[in-house]
Nanobody
Framework: QVRLVESGGGLVQAGGSLRLSCAAS????????MDWYRQAVGKQRELVAT???????NYADSVKGRFTISRDNAKNTVYLQMNGLKPEDTAVYYC?????????WGRGTQVTVSS
């Protein structure tokens, strides 16, 4: 069983920064690949960033060079540093991981970027 709790969202002006956190329960956190997804109103949920257990990262083209995913295994936490935010980054951001056949999601945190 894994529980994911996101935090750090809010309202920010275009060009600003936010850092999202996802606190995970469970002793296997360090072995899990962790993902950040987002879903804007009226759009499908999309993968934003991934970090493997070994620290390899991957990003959606739309956020490359602006967002950075990282993890602190001692704190069972994954982060998403978001710089240069744009109005099109407005969405609910979700933390995600998978254990075997089961996919776990947090409840999400709202990010709103004003122009």
């Amino acid at each position: 069983q894994v529980r994911l709790v996101e935090s750090g969202g809010g309202l920010v002006q275009a060009g600003g920064s936010l850092r999202l956190s996802c606190a995970a329960s469970g002793s296997r956190f360090s072995a899990n690949t962790m993902d950040w997804y987002r879903q804007a109103v009226g759009k499908q949920r999309e993968l934003v960033a991934t970090i493997t257990s070994g620290g390899s990262t991957n990003y959606a083209d739309s956020v490359k060079g602006r967002f950075t995913i990282s993890r602190d295994n001692a704190k069972n936490t994954v982060y998403l540093q978001m710089n240069g935010l744009k109005p099109e980054d407005t969405a609910v951001y979700y933390c995600n991981t998978q254990l075997g056949p089961i996919t776990y999601w947090g409840r999400g945190t709202q990010v709103t970027v004003s122009s």
